[in-house]
T-cell receptor, first 114, second 115 residues
Framework: AQKITQTQPGMFVQEKEAVTLDCTYD???????LFWYKQPSSGEMIFLIY??????QNATEGRYSLNFQKARKSANLVISASQLGDSAMYFC???????????FGQGTRLTINP | DADVTQTPRNRITKTGKRIMLECSQT?????MYWYRQDPGLGLRLIYY???????NKGEISDGYSVSRQAQAKFSLSLESAIPNQTALYFC??????????????FGDGTRLSIL
């Protein structure tokens, strides 16, 4: 079975600072994918970034990067130069090869203070 | 226009009523999913479908049914709604591949309240 753990229920960060959102996972699949989604207060789920278990380099997408440490089974999301619009819930999720669903963590609520 | 459209966006109804939530997509994806989001529990899979003739139960299918009317349409029904089905419901789609790198694309969600 796959499991995602996000240990930070809430984070408060000053605008323009970098922030790291933690995600650890557990799986027996040799091949898997890790995803981060953003959910603003309006409720929609926005796909941010993907990391494959066999990728040699950490994924980056604009201000988002993923600190992937396979041996530690962690896939932390790093947001550089945070903005007020980054305030939202953030979910880490994973999918194993051939798996039919995404397994989600409980989420971290990020608040950016001006 | 959104690629994945859910209707209604909000619904308040009474215990015992039959409710249908609808989802349509223009992404051309074969796979469609229904999730439920409760506070503190993340998203949990209710049902999923790989094509019109393929329907599968997820982890919390009791009390729900689905219909895949066409490749682009996937509806979720609550036959007799109960208060603990109050939640935010998401429809999602993905490409027809077993590769693990395919993200799922979500609709904007339906907020359902059952009194």
């Amino acid at each position: 079975a796959q499991k995602i753990t996000q240990t930070q229920p809430g984070m408060f960060v000053q605008e323009k600072e970098a922030v790291t959102l933690d995600c650890t996972y557990d799986t027996s699949d040799p091949s898997y994918g890790l995803f981060w989604y953003k959910q603003p207060s309006s409720g929609e789920m926005i796909f941010l970034i993907y990391q494959g278990s066999y990728d040699q380099q950490n994924a980056t997408e604009g201000r988002y990067s993923l600190n992937f440490q396979k041996a530690r089974k962690s896939a932390n999301l790093v947001i550089s130069a945070s903005q007020l619009g980054d305030s939202a819930m953030y979910f880490c999720a994973m999918r194993g090869r051939g798996a039919q669903k995404l397994v989600f963590g409980q989420g971290t609520r990020l608040t950016i203070n001006p | 226009d959104a690629d994945v459209t859910q209707t209604p966006r909000n619904r308040i109804t009474k215990t015992g009523k039959r409710i249908m939530l609808e989802c349509s997509q223009t992404k051309g994806h074969d796979r469609m999913y229904w999730y439920r989001q409760d506070p503190g529990l993340g998203l949990r899979l209710i049902y999923y479908s790989f094509d019109v003739k393929d329907i599968n139960k997820g982890e919390i299918s009791d009390g729900y049914s689905v219909s895949r009317q066409a490749q682009a349409k996937f509806s979720l029904s609550l036959e007799s709604a109960i208060p603990n089905q109050t939640a935010l419901y998401f429809c999602a789609t993905s490409d027809s591949t077993t590769r693990e790198n395919q993200p799922q694309h979500f609709g904007d969600g339906t907020r359902l309240s059952i009194l």
